[in-house]
């Protein structure tokens, strides 16, 4: 929380447009990709773990 509210400030000073640098995702499950705030989808990578 302390960490978001100092990138808040920074930005703030900068001029820079707040949050512009923050993504929100949500995954979508079992198609296993991620779906992003601004209608982009990425596929997820493989499991790395052995059955």
């Avoid at 991620?34 to 990578?45: C, P, V």
Wanted: aromatic share 8%.
């Amino acid at each position: 929380m302390l960490k978001d509210s100092f990138l808040l400030i920074c930005e703030r000073k900068a001029g820079a447009t707040i949050g512009n640098d923050f993504k929100l995702a949500a995954l979508r499950w079992p198609e296993k990709i991620l779906q992003f705030d601004d209608g982009t989808n990425r596929a997820t990578l493989p499991s790395q773990h052995a059955a």
